[in-house]
C-alpha cells in the first residue's frame, strides 16, 4: 500500500535551511526591489501621478472648449435669425451707423505733461 518516495536529502545546517528557503526568499528581493522601483523613481508612482494630474487639467480645458462653443454656436443662431443682433454687432464692431444718424465721439482731454510746461 505504501510506496517508497524517494524524498531529498537536505544538508544539515544553516546551508540547507538557506537552499530549501531560497525561492521564497528571492522572491521577497525581486519583489522588494521591484516596489522599491515603482515606487521611488522617476518612472513609478511620481509619474503616473502627473499623467493624472495632466489628464484631469485636459479634461477640465475640453469642458471650458466646450462650453465656449456652445456659447458661440448660440450666437452665431441669434445672428443669423435676429436682425437687431445683426444691426447691434454692425454698430459696435464695425462702427456702422444708419442714413441720416449723427456720431459723436467723446475725447477725453490730455492731460499736459509737467515736463513741457515753464
Known sequence: MGRNRKR???APGFWGELNSKL?????????????GYIFF???GIP???KQVHAAEELAQHIQDIEKTNTVLENEIR???SDPLKLEELARNR???VRQGEK???FVEPRLMDSQSTP
Open 94 to 96: 464695425l462702427g456702422m
Open 41 to 43: 523613481t522617476e518612472e
Open 103 to 105: 456720431v459723436y465721439q
Open 23 to 35: 525561492p521564497v526568499v528571492a522572491g521577497m528581493i525581486l519583489g522588494g526591489v521591484f516596489l
Open 78 to 80: 441669434r445672428v443669423k
Open 47 to 49: 509619474f503616473y501621478l
Open 8 to 10: 531529498k536529502k537536505r
